[in-house]
């Protein structure tokens, strides 16, 4: 048996003594509200975390399994009064798994061509094109359309296992939920059609300008990142956060040589990959000489926040790791700290339900600002519904690795949304825009799912917008 920890960067038993096994998480972790298993919550897998220190048990399957069943949404650290940092623990054990634990051929494939492709925009436009082709000919010839999504006569279906009984009942047996390497590729791929996005040339090829000015004095000059999956699958967000900015006086500047900020590496325990994204991208915004760096996807603010632990040990970095992190906000927090509004709010009747995504909400603590930014634009009515800080499942690349536990939280979060009969979802992170567009379209709903600076946008923009309109804003 193979120790579980080794020296290098294992989680730190001060943060693992914090916690006090209270239990106030238990509720609000997405696989113990679906399994009720105690190693599937926060508590139980900080214990592991505890036993694997001290030697008794090793780096087998069934431990690596609870770990890689984790989300890391985060909810646990609100939930918590002990103040556990979680994150920190959650990385740490995934970057042991990923050094140390030997993972099957078809799934070290599988996630390397992941993160071959995803974190690289040139690779990610490549790989892309293929649905702007169907899209394009699906457009002309309405009777070749390809299926993508689910429809409303699988909605709620689960996935279907290998004597045809329905897998998320062996998901509720611990330690039954591994599937075979072969139903696990196919649950992977299915995953990956069902959140394939709709993209257009545009999409691919739309470029926000390196410098935008302000409208009128200049308060503020903004830096923005522009994404991986933003940048080529919604590009109107950057448009619109741009849009924004320089309305309400900021200098804005997306800087040419931006790459991927290491979000998904940092979060799947790649430490070494994110590393080398954070120096880059720090490095990019450090050159463009900005006050500010607004980022409009929760995962990536996320991210750029933790830059001062994660290059707390480079000497060279550290420093300029720290000072770069000071400078990061939510393009939500920016609106708000800007204060009174200098471009005027034109009325957008609609009902919207705000989805918090996990990775503001909850490890970077923003959950008023987009509420206040969309209460600021007249006519819009929020509409809250159940179970709002569970996760919807996306979870970085979570909804690929694990796509039937995602689908079933994805599912379920559809459902409450569905509830409130909205005529518009918003939510500041493109996973969770996959996610619940997939989920909607299982459900058979129309939903169009929205930023809210799309929608702040669209009020500055002014004109009568109809629903249908908003929904197709570009």
């Known amino acids: 048996m193979t120790d579980a920890f080794d020296a290098d960067h294992a989680p730190d038993p001060a943060l693992i003594d914090k916690c006090v096994h209270c239990g106030f998480c238990l509720p609000t972790c997405p696989t113990y509200?679906?399994?009720?298993?105690?190693?599937?919550?926060?508590?139980?897998?900080?214990?592991?975390?505890?036993?694997?220190?001290?030697?008794?048990?090793?780096?087998?399957?069934?431990?690596?399994?609870?770990?890689?069943?984790?989300?890391?949404?985060?909810?646990?650290?609100?939930?918590?009064?002990?103040?556990?940092?979680?994150?920190?623990?959650?990385?740490a054990t995934r970057g042991q798994?990923?050094?140390?634990?030997?993972?099957?051929?078809?799934?070290?494939?599988?996630r390397s061509a992941i993160?071959?492709?995803?974190?690289?925009?040139?690779?990610?436009?490549?790989?892309?094109?293929?649905?702007?082709?169907?899209?394009?000919?699906?457009?002309?010839?309405?009777?070749?359309?390809?299926?993508?999504?689910?429809?409303?006569?699988?909605?709620?279906?689960p996935f279907q296992g290998r004597h045809g009984e329905p897998e998320r009942l062996a998901l509720q047996a611990p330690g039954a939920r591994r599937l075979q390497p072969s139903d696990r590729l196919a649950?992977?791929?299915?995953?990956?059609?069902?959140?394939?996005?709709?993209?257009?040339?545009?999409?691919?090829?739309?470029?926000?300008?390196?410098?935008?000015?302000?409208?009128?004095?200049?308060?503020?000059?903004?830096?923005?990142?522009?994404?991986?999956?933003?940048?080529?699958v919604f590009p109107r967000v950057n448009e619109a956060t741009v849009h924004v900015m320089a309305a309400e006086g900021c200098d804005v500047v997306a800087p040419?040589?931006?790459?991927?900020?290491?979000?998904?590496?940092?979060?799947?325990?790649?430490?070494?990959?994110?590393?080398?994204?954070?120096?880059?991208?720090?490095?990019?915004?450090?050159?463009?000489?900005?006050?500010?760096?607004?980022?409009?996807a929760a995962g990536c603010g996320s991210s750029m926040k933790e830059y001062r632990q994660l290059l707390a040990d480079d000497r060279e970095w550290a420093e300029r790791a720290r000072a770069f992190s000071a400078r990061v906000s939510d393009v939500t927090e920016i609106v708000a700290e800007l204060g009174a509004?200098?471009?005027?709010?034109?009325?957008?009747?609609?009902?919207v339900a705000y989805h918090d995504a996990c990775h503001l909400a909850h490890a970077q603590g923003v959950r008023q600002q987009p509420r206040d930014l969309l209460r600021s634009i007249p006519g819009i009515e929020l509409l809250p519904f159940a179970e709002q800080d569970i996760c919807c499942g996306s979870a970085g690349i979570f909804n690929l690795v694990e796509p039937d536990t995602a689908r079933q939280l994805g599912d379920r979060k559809a459902g409450f949304i569905d509830a409130t009969?909205?005529?518009?979802?918003?939510?500041a992170n493109p996973g969770c825009t996959l996610q619940l567009s997939a989920a909607a379209a299982r459900l058979g709903r129309p939903w169009p799912i929205r930023h809210p600076i799309e929608l702040l946008d669209a009020s500055i923009r002014g004109g009568s917008y109809s629903k249908s309109e908003v929904g197709s804003l570009k």
């Open 341 to 351: 509004p200098r471009a005027p709010r034109h009325p957008l009747a609609l009902r």
């Open 115 to 157: 993160f071959a492709i995803f974190p690289y925009p040139r690779r990610l436009r490549v790989a892309l094109l293929p649905l702007a082709l169907i899209r394009s000919v699906g457009r002309h010839f309405p009777g070749r359309r390809i299926a993508r999504r689910g429809t409303p006569t699988d909605a709620g279906r």
């Open 97 to 110: 798994i990923e050094r140390r634990y030997p993972r099957s051929l078809r799934d070290r494939l599988f």
């Open 421 to 427: 009969q909205p005529d518009l979802v918003a939510t």
């Open 187 to 232: 649950l992977r791929l299915r995953a990956m059609l069902s959140l394939a996005p709709d993209v257009t040339w545009r999409s691919l090829f739309a470029a926000v300008p390196e410098r935008t000015p302000a409208v009128g004095a200049r308060r503020l000059t903004v830096g923005l990142l522009t994404g991986c999956v933003q940048r080529l």
């Open 256 to 296: 040419a040589d931006q790459g991927c900020c290491g979000a998904l590496a940092l979060h799947a325990g790649r430490l070494k990959e994110a590393r080398a994204f954070a120096r880059r991208t720090i490095g990019a915004f450090d050159r463009a000489g900005v006050d500010r760096i607004a980022v409009n």
């Open 33 to 91: 509200v679906l399994w009720g298993e105690e190693m599937d919550s926060p508590r139980g897998r900080i214990y592991l975390m505890k036993a694997g220190l001290e030697g008794r048990t090793g780096m087998t399957p069934s431990f690596v399994n609870h770990f890689d069943a984790c989300l890391g949404c985060m909810a646990c650290v609100t939930a918590c009064p002990s103040g556990v940092q979680y994150a920190p623990l959650i990385e």
